[in-house]
């Protein structure tokens, strides 16, 4: 059974930084491609980031570049999300996602983690 279990959510001031982390079980990891998406209320849920199984490509969105970094750990399953100059623009609830390189779409699903950027 595969899980993805998201920790380091929170309450922020705007300017202010987050490292984000997702534990995987269940799979070979380093086979995943990972991402972080993010949905806020009322809105549909976005990629954020993404990263190849070895690490050495990686992705980030317009909103986010320059102000985040997405990062994993294949000896610990583990992807991270680096957020720094936090807007409050960036409130909305980050999800992990794992899919195999082949697939067209992210398979595997964490529960979320709730990020909010107060002004």
């Known amino acids: 059974q595969v899980q993805l279990v998201e920790s380091g959510g929170g309450l922020v001031q705007a300017g202010g930084s987050l490292r984000l982390s997702c534990v995987a079980s269940g799979l070979t990891f380093n086979y995943n491609t990972m991402a972080w998406f993010r949905q806020a209320p009322g809105k549909e849920r976005d990629i954020v980031a993404s990263?190849?199984?070895?690490?050495?490509?990686?992705g980030h969105a317009d909103p986010v570049k320059g102000r985040f970094l997405i990062s994993r750990d294949n000896a610990k399953n583990a992807v991270y999300l680096d957020m720094n100059s936090l807007k409050p623009e960036d409130t909305a609830v980050y999800y992990c996602a794992a899919k195999l390189r082949s697939r067209d779409r992210y398979e595997y699903w964490g529960q979320g983690t709730q990020v909010t950027v107060s002004s």
């Open positions: 990263i190849s199984g070895d690490g050495r490509s990686r």
